[in-house]
């Protein structure tokens, strides 16, 4: 099989069913895409997509961004993940890094929010009772003094 039919029938299905819970809208609100100038050429990504490809470093266990940037020329599935247009236009480890370092911890933790809210929104949790009992109606043991000879150290 060559690497181009290898590429029309690239389907990853872990991929494919997080990728309608991503807020794409809301992640890109929150933080407005940046122009990246790099290697000659001006590329514009959304916060969305490159948000994307840092869960795909997470979910797949790719250990660097050299070969996440390396898989998105040969696995089709990861650019639909990310919503690239093709081969060319994926972002390079240089932008990665970019991003990473503009969206700070604190950044990544506010995604990380409006994930969960969206999750919680489409599944319905059942309700739990809980029930905490009061321990001042309780009358204590206590029958005499039992640690009075104890040393104390």
């Not at 919503?83 to 970019?98: A, Q, V």
């Amino acid at each position: 099989m060559s690497m181009k039919t290898k590429q029309r029938f690239d389907v990853d299905p872990i991929l494919e069913k997080i990728s309608s819970h991503i807020p794409d809208d809301e992640i890109d609100l929150l933080f407005p895409f940046k122009n990246y100038n790099t290697q000659g050429r001006l590329r514009t990504f959304k916060t969305s997509q490159l948000y994307r490809a840092h869960v795909i470093t997470m979910i797949k266990e790719v250990t660097s961004f050299n070969k996440v940037c390396a898989a998105f020329k040969y696995r089709r599935a990861f650019r639909d993940f990310c919503h690239f247009k093709n081969k060319r236009s994926t972002p390079t480890n240089r932008i990665l890094s970019e991003f990473r370092n503009y969206l700070k911890p604190h950044g990544f933790e506010e995604i990380t929010r409006l994930f969960t809210l969206t999750f919680l929104n489409t599944v319905k949790l059942p309700i739990i009772n809980v029930a905490v009992p009061d321990a001042t109606d309780m009358p204590a043991s206590c029958s005499g003094y039992a640690k009075k000879n104890a040393i104390a150290q």
